[in-house]
């Protein structure tokens, strides 16, 4: 009888010990699942405070913009104010298509740079920043382009990109568009594209002396 009683007795604590196991259990999860709720708020609240508010100006000058291959007006990259091919009219316009990723840039553009320098007045030059989200300005300057050429920003499509992708369907950077002197496209070029290349294609097209 006293061996059936310490039995039971056993059974007893056992029981009260796996209720207690279960209730500390079940207690965790609760305070677990609360823990992570606090930290989703906190962290929505985080991002509320930090991200940045639509800047209206910025807004308003996409809104002005016209990414047409012939008649483009663009927000300036270094600046207030806009860049538009209309600009350019009455000389040949190499539109250089440039992103701050962009590994050929880094090649490129002080080469493309220099070849302008050369040529002076006969061709303009422009840069346009495509498909980062106009983060392109520091590698503007440091190639030397900001201040010598007039720096624009495409706009739209999610990254930045409306002209160079939906309008000249650029596949990546850098991209090239040839204007001649009235605004009319002559050659639209995705990747790399030299000093000579192009003083071969402005020759050809009668838009340079040979």
């Known amino acids: 009888m006293a061996r059936e009683s310490q039995t039971k007795a056993r059974a007893r604590r056992r029981a009260e010990l796996e209720r207690q196991r279960r209730e500390k259990a079940r207690r965790r999860v609760i305070r677990n699942s609360v823990l992570a709720g606090l930290a989703g708020v906190a962290a929505i609240a985080l991002v509320i405070v930090v991200w940045p508010s639509p800047d209206p100006v910025a807004a308003a000058a996409d809104a002005a913009s016209n990414t047409s291959a012939e008649a483009w007006d663009l927000p300036r990259l270094d600046g207030p104010g ?58 503007a300057r ?44 002559l050659t639209v070029r995705n990747g790399y594209m030299g000093p000579g290349d192009i003083v071969a294609f402005l020759t050809d097209a009668g838009l340079l002396d040979a």
């Open 142 to 185: 440091r190639w030397g382009i900001a201040g010598e050429w007039p720096l624009a920003r495409d706009i739209g499509n999610g990254n930045n990109s409306a002209l160079a992708s939906l309008t000249f369907g650029a596949r990546g950077s850098p991209l090239h568009v040839i204007y001649d002197g009235d605004g009319r496209v």
């Open 82 to 139: 806009r860049v538009r091919l209309a600009d350019f009219a009455g000389d040949p316009t190499v539109a250089v298509f440039f992103a701050n990723w962009c590994e050929i840039c880094e090649e490129e553009v002080p080469e493309l740079l220099a070849l302008s320098r050369v040529l002076g007045d006969e061709v303009d030059f422009v840069g346009i920043n495509m498909m980062d989200n106009a983060r392109g300005l520091p590698d």
